[in-house]
Antibody, heavy 121, light 106 residues
Framework: QVQLVESGGGVVQPGRSLRLSCAAS????????MHWVRQAPGKGLEWVAV????????YYPDSVTGRFTISRDNSKNTLYLQMDSLRPEDTAVYYC??????????????WGPGTPVTVSS | EIVLTQSPATLSLSPGERATLSCRAS??????LAWYQQRRGQTPRLLIY???KRATGIPPRFSGSGSGTDFTLTISSLEPEDFAVYYC?????????FGQGTKVEI
């Protein structure tokens, strides 16, 4: 079945780096844009990054621009999020999500279960 | 950047009652708006896309309406499993900003 599974979360010190992965299965990964979304403890959903189906276009909100990098390996059906210069406010559960659109943006129709990231000394 | 305002922040209702949630965008998104449900401790799930289309497996008690800047999610008769947080999200661009959420509580 259609599935996304994140991995790579954990506890990291401020200023350090972490790379998250999201393994996709059950659908043609190369046809869909993909997103990362995070949720800090007790807070709402915050969109973190998007990458086009072929990796040629990426976008970020101001809160992570210059620190986070989204990428994908279509040969491995895997999405990545490289997080550098981590801050305590980056502590959250990180979800990967599929964009249902192929030519244009659409709703996030498939979500992974999330991986927790804690930034603390 | 589009700013979304969801209201109310919290909606206190009983099972069987009707819930009406509002989402207002700072500029027109046409009908490119999605709604998500997140139950406590669970992953978000898509309820409504294109303002009024139910996602696969979503029961008909959930309906969406609106266009431009004003949108509504209606739950016609609340079931116990509907007590959750609901988020709206414009989908007229690749950026994925969410509203701050409306909590529907008993």
């Amino acid at each position: 079945q259609v599935q996304l599974v994140e991995s790579g979360g954990g506890v990291v010190q401020p200023g350090r780096s972490l790379r998250l992965s999201c393994a996709a299965s059950g659908f043609t990964f190369t046809r869909f844009a993909m997103h990362w979304v995070r949720q800090a403890p007790g807070k709402g959903l915050e969109w973190v990054a998007v990458i086009s189906y072929d990796g040629s276009h990426v976008y970020y909100p101001d809160s992570v621009t210059g620190r986070f990098t989204i990428s994908r390996d279509n040969s491995k059906n895997t999405l990545y999020l490289q997080m550098d210069s981590l801050r305590p406010e980056d502590t959250a559960v990180y979800y990967c999500a599929r964009d249902g659109g192929q030519v244009a943006a659409d709703a996030f129709d498939v979500w992974g279960p999330g991986t927790p990231v804690t930034v603390s000394s | 950047e589009i700013v979304l305002t969801q209201s109310p922040a919290t909606l206190s209702l009983s099972p069987g009652e009707r819930a009406t949630l509002s989402c207002r965008a700072s500029q027109s998104v046409s009908r490119s708006l999605a709604w998500y449900q997140q139950r406590r401790g669970q992953t978000p799930r898509l309820l409504i896309y294109d303002a009024s289309k139910r996602a696969t497996g979503i029961p008909p008690r959930f309906s969406g309406s609106g266009s431009g800047t004003d949108f509504t999610l209606t739950i016609s008769s609340l079931e116990p499993e509907d007590f959750a947080v609901y988020y709206c999200q414009p989908r007229n661009s690749w950026r994925g900003t969410f509203g701050q959420g409306t909590k529907v509580e008993i």
